[in-house]
């Protein structure tokens, strides 16, 4: 039975792990899909478990002190982790996101007590595809906010308590729930924080453990391929840049997939299995569908569902 937490934020982190047997067509050959599904913590997404660690580091260091303001740029749900975190903590927050996100994103975090600042896409931008080009606009603006109120910025692309929280939650309990059962581990990339902190973690228990990391056909940055458009629907992901926490070396692999593949499969997802994703959760099973193709062998794939699919009704996600 789950205990009284004293609050919320104890109920980060601790997620499901779900067979995914249905949507591959029953329990037959080929490997098993395994889903961590991270939509279960407070905030609705995989970020909680980063903006948690990043708060209690910054307070441990002294870098984050009662009363200051936090600042943070986002593509929504980082933001929401922190405006949950910060509302238990008594901090304010505000959060810098492109308007190319998703409107859910600013409204859950308004709700949740946070001043949420929108900056508006680089010119020609589409709302839906947040480029780098706009997340740089935001940064920009993320700094003169820091500078104009002695804010304490997290700079989840940079902090290493970001990938330092999956490594000690996220990868443990993949660990531990699949009973060192796990064969191959697959997750997209934004930050790269979720990806290099759970391989991490897998590969410090089992260095036979392979990890594939996921980009936009577009956008293969990490595998050293050609941008050829930075303009997808992966929210969150695939900004076309390297960031500063990504570890090639717990990398074995690099799996691309397109907008229709990622959005055929949540829709697959929601209708097989029960379970309703966001883009980059489709984008994820899509990979792990195609690497089960590839290594028939492999026994079991653990994959991420980052956030749910309650963020984008209003997208074409779920029409
Ligand atoms: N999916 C979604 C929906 C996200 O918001 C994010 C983080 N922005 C990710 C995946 C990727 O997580 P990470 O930053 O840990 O790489």
Known sequence: MAPIFDSVLGAIGNTPLVALDRLRGGKGDGPRILAKLEFFSPGGSVKDRAALNMLEEAEKSGSLRAGQMVVELTS??????????????????????????????????????????LVPQASGGVPGKVTGEDLALAERKAGQLVRRYGAYRVDQFKNPANPAAHRASTGEEIWSQTGGRVDCFVAIAGTAGTFVGTAGALKAHNPAVKCFVVEPAGAPILAGRRVTSQKHKLQGTGYALVPEVWDPSLCDGYLTVTDSEAVVTARRLASKEGILSGFSGGANVAACLKLAKRLPKAGTIVTIIPDTGLKYLSTDLFP
């Not at 929504?76 to 509302?87: K, R, Y």
């Not at 901090?91 to 996101?97: G, I, N």
């Open 76 to 117: 929504g749900n980082m933001g929401i982790g922190l405006a949950v975190a910060c509302a238990v903590k008594g901090y304010r927050f505000t959060a810098v996101m492109s308007e190319g996100n998703s409107s859910e994103r600013w409204r859950v975090m308004k709700a949740l007590g946070a001043k949420v600042v």
